[in-house]
């Protein structure tokens, strides 16, 4: 992946654990050919679904340890929090926590600069951010998509990457998957497969294979995301996938280059082409 000397990738997502299940390959694979990794979280993930031990105490601060635990074992140099709350999922959105503000409340200038400001003190080279779905439509991760999209215009940051999946692959893998493990109740497998990019979308596919170890030690870290309602989570079951399976599925990652048309050559390196 190093393309004549160092760079420096910034992947910015909303929660804790958005990095492992989408992202993490990449930041591996980036660290390891010893390029400068640095990972920015919009939120803290305080309203993540988890089991009562986790709710106990103050799970954002949890979930931010959680990270930075992710973030090492991914081999990323810097780990920063904006600042805002999660804006959850359900239908009402949250009062404000004391001294935070839910990130989707937040105005979009101003989460842009202060993610814009990480950028330009980094001399970022790249930014992974989402696709216009937010993948599969979390009101959080859409704002990441509209903070990233702005924050990377005022910084001047050459490329920007918005991480998703293809459809077909996502809906072949998880129903795939389903035959062997139970998933738990709050999946519904038949949203999640159409959601995400379509194939002709898709602009970077990253070979992360030799990365899987990585990736599954990063999910393996976010234990507070594991388990609900004495139920194991989407994310538990990904883990009790046997390792050459594990390897095959998530040996691969997909971005979307906004700057790109659709139907472009795909490429495999997320450096390739930079001044």
């Known amino acids: 992946m190093i393309a004549g000397r160092s760079r420096t990738l910034v992947a910015f997502h909303a929660h804790p654990d958005d990095e492992a299940l989408l992202t993490a390959g990449t930041m591996a694979k980036a660290a390891a ?125 050459p490329r920007l990457l918005e991480a998703t999946i293809p459809r077909d692959v996502l809906a072949r893998a998880v129903r795939a998957s389903a035959r062997l493990y139970h998933y738990p109740s709050d999946f519904d497998i038949d949203a999640f497969c159409s959601a995400f990019s379509a194939r002709r979308e898709i602009t970077h596919r990253i070979d992360v294979i030799r990365y899987a170890g990585a990736k599954r030690a990063s999910m393996r870290a976010h234990v507070s995301q594991t388990r609900a309602d004495g139920a194991d989570r989407t994310l538990a079951a990904f883990l009790r996938i ?34």
Request: charged share 25%; proline share 6%.
């Open 33 to 157: 050919a010893g390029h400068r990794v640095v990972l920015v979280l919009a939120t803290s993930g305080d309203l993540g679904l988890t089991d009562s031990a986790s709710a106990a105490g103050d799970l954002g601060a949890r979930r931010l340890a959680e990270a930075r635990a992710s973030a090492r074992a991914l081999g990323v140099a810097r780990v920063e929090w904006l600042g805002y709350a999660d804006s959850g999922m359900g239908a009402d959105l949250q009062p404000d926590p004391a001294g935070q503000t839910r990130f989707v409340r937040a105005p979009l200038t101003e989460a842009a600069e202060r993610l814009a400001h990480i950028l330009r003190a980094e001399s970022a080279d790249v930014l992974l951010s989402y696709d216009a779905r937010g993948g599969y439509g979390h009101r959080d991760h859409v704002r990441v998509h509209e903070v990233a999209a702005l924050a990377a215009e005022r910084a001047g940051t």
């Open 242 to 275: 046997p390792r050459p399976a594990y390897d095959l599925i998530f040996g691969r990652e997909w971005f979307r280059d906004p700057a790109l048309p659709p139907g472009a050559p795909v490429q495999r390196d997320i450096f390739a082409g930079l001044p």
